[in-house]
Nanobody, 114 residues
Framework: QVQLVESGGGLVQAGGSLRLSCAAS????????MGWYRQAPGKRREWVAD???????NYAASVKGRFTISRDNAKNTVYLQMNSLKPEDTAVYYC????????WGKGTLVTVSS
């Protein structure tokens, strides 16, 4: 089993920045994809970004150019640098890892005030 713990959420004004972190622990031998999803109040969970073990990144159109995903394989940690935040970025952000199957963290709340 793989455990994922997110941190770094909080309250920020529109235009501000936050950096989320997600540390993986447990039975780790080859985590291929790590990524971030988010779920806004009353909406379905949506994919935000992901990164492969080799460093290939992908972004949702809504965050491309504002968010940057990165990864430290030695620390089994993935980051999400979020800049130019908008009120519509308000959501619970969930870390995700794929090692044979999907693993999820419990989420961290990001609130962007206007």
């Amino acid at each position: 089993q793989v455990q994922l713990v997110e941190s770094g959420g909080g309250l920020v004004q529109a235009g501000g920045s936050l950096r989320l972190s997600c540390a993986a622990s447990g039975s780790i031998f080859n985590i291929n994809i790590m990524g971030w999803y988010r779920q806004a109040p009353g909406k379905r969970r949506e994919w935000v970004a992901d990164i492969s073990s080799g460093g290939t990144t992908n972004y949702a159109a809504s965050v491309k150019g504002r968010f940057t995903i990165s990864r430290d394989n030695a620390k089994n940690t993935v980051y999400l640098q979020m800049n130019s935040l908008k009120p519509e970025d308000t959501a619970v952000y969930y870390c995700n890892a794929i090692q044979g199957k999907f693993y999820w963290g419990k989420g961290t709340l990001v609130t962007v005030s206007s």
